[in-house]
């Protein structure tokens, strides 16, 4: 992290807001912040106001600013500014570019070509297989995916890109010292031990609200070629990203579902709106990004597994059944079965269905 982002990351914790955090940026040199704070007084309160230099005034020292990098740093936490060299350039067409990005993993995806798998939390199967299926398929073809790590579809594409040993980002709406949702906590600590990258535009401690998640989607957006849409109701916040990028200029690609599913009811009004995003192949995705699918042919994985697996496949061979009956016949606990069935899904031995099911 540079002394510039350190500056920048500690006033953002310090809660000054967006206006004075772009200020600070666009306006102050900050390898020396303690005395251009001095210096600058009248044009930060002509800027920003008495109030700000006040609360500013009390909390700025260098010794704050290097205890507050080092509390980052014993949470794995690392981060970039918009001053920094590998700050994505698509994130800077933004009319409210994240001044500081936080991160866990691989910044340099961020540079790389992406494609954002969105949808519904609460999917149908169908939803679940569309997104694993384009997650698989243009992640072998050489693309990073971005979704939100959050409940139902952000989670399949995460899954469905590591089993094809492929690159994924997840864009969360709180500070990375806690993941939101704590049940996604070893989900996430996957993608990064597989190579890919954890972002938040939210300090330490900052915990998610209403508000950050659809914030965050302008993120989702800004860092990909093109948004694909698996499954959405109706008032899905789904669409929400999808009028992101729209506003952006960015490809959007729309899977069709049932009519008679109301967690489709949002794609396909998407579709009857705008009939030139209506798609069912990721073939056709890569053709209008003009991406050639990566040539390499991908290694089969060997997928070792112990004595509580086995159990837990062999159990399965009787029919799919819910986590509660699986942690009744298997003897497993809950707490120890729900780590087990997360990398078991993760590694492609099992399936998750919707109402808490599961399957080989």
């Known amino acids: 992290m540079t002394k510039i982002t350190s500056v920048l990351a500690y006033l953002d914790k310090l809660g000054v807001g967006y206006k004075a955090l772009r200020f600070f940026a666009e306006n102050f040199v900050l390898n020396d912040f303690e005395n251009e ?28 600013i290097v205890k507050n990098g080092l509390e980052m740093q014993k949470y794995g936490i690392n981060a970039i500014s918009v001053l920094d060299g590998e700050y994505p350039a698509s994130l800077k067409n933004l009319e409210d570019f994240p001044v500081v990005l936080y991160f866990k993993g691989d910044i340099s995806l961020l540079k790389n070509k992406s494609i954002a798998i969105i949808g ?39 899954v469905g890109t590591m089993e094809v040993k492929g690159k994924t980002i997840a864009v969360l709406g709180g500070g990375l010292d806690k993941i939101y949702p704590e049940q996604n906590t070893f989900l996430a600590e ?12 939210y300090p330490l401690f900052r915990a998610p609200a209403k508000y950050s998640f659809l914030a965050r989607n302008r993120i989702i957006s800004g860092l990909s070629l093109g948004i694909v849409i698996a499954e959405a109701g109706k008032r899905s916040g789904t669409l929400n990203t999808a009028k992101h990028a729209l506003d952006q200029g960015k490809e959007l690609f729309v899977v069709p579902g049932s009519i008679f599913s109301s967690a489709s009811d949002g794609t396909n009004a998407l579709i009857e709106e705008l009939p030139e995003t209506f798609t069912i192949s990721p073939k056709k995705v890569l053709e209008r990004l003009n991406i050639k ?59 998750k269905l919707p109402g808490n099911f599961y399957s080989l």
């Open 120 to 158: 519904t939390r609460t999917p149908t199967f169908y939803g679940r297989e569309v997104t694993s299926f384009f997650a698989r398929e243009l992640a072998n073809a050489g693309l990073v995916t971005v979704s939100g790590l959050a409940y139902g579809l952000d989670s399949e594409v995460a």
């Open 293 to 351: 699918p990566a040539n390499s042919e991908k290694e089969n994985k060997k997928i070792q597994i112990g004595q509580d697996e086995t159990l837990i496949v062999k159990t399965l061979y009787e029919c799919e059944m819910d986590f509660d009956t699986l942690a009744g016949k298997t003897g497993i606990s809950p707490k120890t079965l729900l780590s087990l069935l997360t990398r078991m899904e993760i590694s492609g031995l099992i399936k």
């Open 190 to 201: 996957r993608i990064v031990e597989n190579g890919g990258l954890l972002i938040s535009e």
């Open 37 to 64: 704070f001095k210096t600058k007084k009248d044009l930060i309160v002509k800027n920003l106001g008495e109030a700000i230099y006040l609360k500013l005034k009390n909390a700025i020292s260098s010794e704050n």
